[in-house]
C-alpha cells in the first residue's frame, strides 16, 4: 500500500513540478488532504519536501550549503584548533 501512496505522490509532485510553483502546489496538496486525513497529509507533504530536496527543485537546496551557518567545530578547524566531542552545533549568532 505504501509503494501505490509514493507513487501517487510522485506522480502528483510531477505536476505540481510542471506548474512551476513548488512549495506553493505542496501547501495546496496538504490543505486539500489535511481536511480528511491529517496524518497522510502531513506524510504527503514530508514527502514532496523531500523529493524536491534530493532533485534540486527546492529553492533554497541549491544555495544551502553556502548559506548554512557554521558549527563550531568547523570554526575551530578553520582556525587550526582541534574538535572538541559534541562540537557540531550549529552556532545561531556569528
Do not use: H, W
Request: overall charge positive; hydrophobic content about 35%.
Amino acid at each position: 500500500m505504501l509503494n501505490k501512496i509514493d507513487k501517487a505522490i510522485l506522480e502528483k509532485y510531477e505536476v505540481i513540478k510542471q506548474s512551476g510553483k513548488i512549495l506553493c502546489g505542496i501547501e495546496e496538496t496538504y490543505r486539500q488532504v489535511r481536511f480528511k486525513n491529517p496524518e497522510l497529509a502531513v506524510y504527503i507533504k514530508k514527502r514532496m519536501l523531500e523529493i524536491a530536496i534530493e532533485k534540486g527543485d527546492y529553492p533554497e537546496s541549491k544555495n544551502c550549503i553556502e548559506k548554512r551557518k557554521p558549527t563550531i567545530n568547523q570554526l575551530r578547524k578553520e582556525n587550526g584548533l582541534s574538535e572538541i566531542p559534541d562540537g557540531d552545533v550549529v552556532l545561531t549568532k556569528v
